[in-house]
């Protein structure tokens, strides 16, 4: 059963508008979140944290909202731009720092 | 330093091959992983050490051994392996709660 889910397997958005990215878990003992960015044939680029005890995190163009009492994530790219697009995934960490990832989803930014 | 360094970024190599994958942080970083992935899945954990020990290995098989030297490198040796094995093997490391977790960008293998 998969402990991080995100629902959405692709997403498109206009250049300039918003991108929101959900992510849903169902491990309560999780204490801390991120999110990775990967582009086609290179690893994963770490983006945004946020750890269990805030509700917001905010890095530039990019916010990372938790929602513990939903066990419920999402990353907002505001204003979306062509070179976000990209594979978004989402990961939680366990107590010992492996991380469960979801199965991504993929963002394209439309000029 | 905040980089995870792998070496070599490609390899080819033949199922009767020797060959070893390296991971350099100096980051101070006590726990390090290897990942598998396949093209269009998420990352598949593979190994943890923590403090230089081994103490996660997700049921891999023991065509894969990994050796951790040190609190700075990371190996994973490759023996007999198959072409379904193909894919980016990508290291890790981060604090042992997880913090500052960093990704490398990766070796891409190929099994012929």
């Known amino acids: 059963d998969q402990q991080v889910k995100q629902n959405s397997p692709s997403l498109s958005v206009q250049e300039g508008r918003i991108s929101i990215l959900n992510c849903d878990y169902t491990?309560?003992?999780?204490?801390?979140f991120l999110w990775y960015k990967k582009y086609p044939a290179e690893g994963p680029t770490f983006l945004i944290s946020?750890?269990?005890?805030?509700d917001k995190n905010e890095d530039g163009r990019f916010t990372v909202f938790l929602n513990k009492s939903a066990k419920h994530l999402s990353l907002h790219i505001v204003p979306s731009q062509p070179g976000d697009s990209a594979v978004y995934f989402c990961a939680a960490a366990e107590s010992q720092g492996n991380l469960i990832f979801g199965k991504g989803t993929k963002l394209s930014v439309k000029p | 330093d905040t980089e995870v360094t792998q070496t070599p970024k490609h390899l080819v190599m033949g199922m009767t091959n020797k060959k070893s994958l390296k991971c350099e942080q100096h980051?101070?970083?006590?726990?390090m992983y290897w990942y598998k992935q396949k093209a269009k899945k998420p990352p598949e954990l593979m190994f943890v050490?923590?403090?230089?020990?081994?103490?996660i290995n997700e049921s891999v098989p023991s065509r894969f051994s990994p050796e951790c030297p040190n609190s700075s490198l990371l190996n994973l040796h490759l023996h007999a392996l198959q072409p379904e094995d193909s894919a980016l093997y990508l290291c890790a490391s981060s604090q042992p709660t997880g913090i500052g977790y960093t990704f490398g960008s990766g070796t891409r293998l190929t099994v012929v």
């Open positions: 980051m101070g970083h006590r726990a």
């Open positions: 946020i750890s269990s005890i805030k």
């Open positions: 050490y923590s403090y230089e020990k081994l103490s």
């Open positions: 491990n309560s003992m999780f204490d801390y």
